[in-house]
């Protein structure tokens, strides 16, 4: 099967929807050590700690150290985060790194927990499309306890092609991770996910210039956040402070775009994925994993090489940027605008669309959609394909 965007599409989907796959869902419950009721009660608890950070400019403070966070987390969250990998290789799916992807590769995870990244690596590299690549993963991560049940779940999925090696440091001390995160370098894949928003700015600065030196010169590095308050203002001060380290957007910021949001302002490109994922059994009771994704996405690289000039080449006469609906996307009104960051400087895009598709793929612009539009700013012609 060759490698593309279709093939992995129909790799990672199930009747058009993000599908978390069963062998994850049983390796989870498999591990689980607390009762239901305790569960749902600390699923509730975290409910209640991320929401109430949600407009507060700070780091999450949180301990992943009790038997019952480190379930609850396990069960609720972690499936979801297994398709961050996925939607990542879906990402760059036209980039030259994917189509000439080695037999060897490695890939660091920073603040890797429970293992959500891991387990969606180790799910995907288990298919046939990949069964040939060796894949070597570096996982670091603060939380010994995290890690232990990282470990437990990694040997429920039995994968033989990739391995996983475990450090417990604190990534917000340089002096004690360095040699950790150095062990594989340099990296095809550098991803951290839902972790920099538990860490305050200057050891953020340190960890990204670190990174970019274990990264390997066509190496790609995936920023992936729940948005508030602190991760959307960060997303703004990384993208110049990346910049300035030489790292440029490959998606789905454009590349020379001067983002025109101030230091204190927040990015406002995010996106939401439902998806389908069995519920998880303990003790008789099925418990309900979150079933959408919410998340700030940016992948950086060495190369000045972007999305955008993939799309560029296939439709040159089209503008091409990331949007963001105004208002009820789903509303049925016939004329919707778009704010859209494009090479060119922000833009607002009218779309018109008919009545008669409302909710069609081609008449809901999503968030943080990549889309194509004419000349004059009226009708939305053509969208990335993961959108
Ligand atoms: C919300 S979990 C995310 C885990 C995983 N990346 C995922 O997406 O499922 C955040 C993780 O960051 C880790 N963490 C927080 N501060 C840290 C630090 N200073 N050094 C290393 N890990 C840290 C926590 O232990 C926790 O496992």
Redesign the pocket.
């Known amino acids: 099967m060759e490698l593309n965007i279709n093939s992995l599409q129909e790799l990672f989907l199930k009747k058009g929807d993000f599908t978390v796959p069963q062998i994850i869902t049983d390796a989870v419950s498999s591990c689980i050590q607390t009762n239901p009721e305790n569960i749902e009660k600390e699923i509730v608890r975290l409910e209640q700690i991320y929401s109430s950070y949600i407009r507060i400019d700070e780091p999450i403070k949180l301990d992943?150290l009790d038997e019952a966070t480190i379930d609850a987390?396990t069960i609720k969250?972690?499936p979801r985060?297994t398709l961050?990998p996925k939607i990542f290789l879906l990402s760059f799916a036209e980039h030259s790194v994917l189509r000439n992807i080695p037999d060897e590769i490695s890939i660091l995870?920073l603040?890797?927990?429970?293992g959500?990244?891991v387990l969606g690596l180790l799910d995907m590299f288990r298919q046939p499309l990949f069964s040939k690549i060796k894949v070597k993963i570096a996982a670091?991560?603060?939380?010994a306890p995290?890690i232990e049940r990282q470990k437990n779940l990694i040997q429920k999925m039995d994968v033989s092609n990739c391995e996983v090696h475990h450090f417990v440091?604190?990534?917000?001390k340089p002096k004690e991770y360095l040699r950790s995160m150095m062990h594989l370098a340099p990296y095809n894949y550098i991803i951290t996910?839902?972790?920099l928003t538990?860490?305050k700015s200057s050891?953020i600065n340190d960890l990204l210039v670190n990174a970019r030196e274990a990264l390997s010169e066509d190496g790609l590095i995936l920023i992936a956040e729940a948005p508030r308050l602190y991760t959307c203002k960060l997303m703004v001060r990384l993208s110049r402070f990346l910049l300035e380290l030489g790292l440029n957007p490959f998606y789905p910021c454009p590349p020379d775009f001067e983002c025109k949001k101030g230091i204190n302002e927040q990015c406002w490109v995010w996106f939401e994925t439902n998806f389908q994922c069995p519920d998880i059994s303990i003790a008789g009771e099925e418990l309900e994993v979150t079933d959408v994704l919410k998340t700030t996405w940016s992948i950086y690289c060495n190369s000045q090489y972007s999305i955008y000039d993939f799309l560029n080449e296939g439709d040159p006469d089209l503008s091409w940027g990331i949007a963001t609906p105004y208002g009820n996307e789903f509303s049925i009104k016939e004329e919707m605008n778009y704010e859209v960051c494009t090479t060119k400087g922000p833009k607002t895009v009218t779309h018109t669309r008919e009545k008669a598709i409302f909710r069609d793929k081609k008449s809901v612009i999503l968030r943080g959609a990549i889309i194509g539009f004419d000349s004059n700013s009226r009708a939305v012609k053509a969208w990335h394909p993961l959108w």
């Open positions: 992943y987390y969250y972690l985060n961050i995870d603040g890797s927990g429970t959500g990244v670091l991560d603060s939380s995290s440091v604190d990534l917000s996910a839902n972790f538990e860490l050891p």
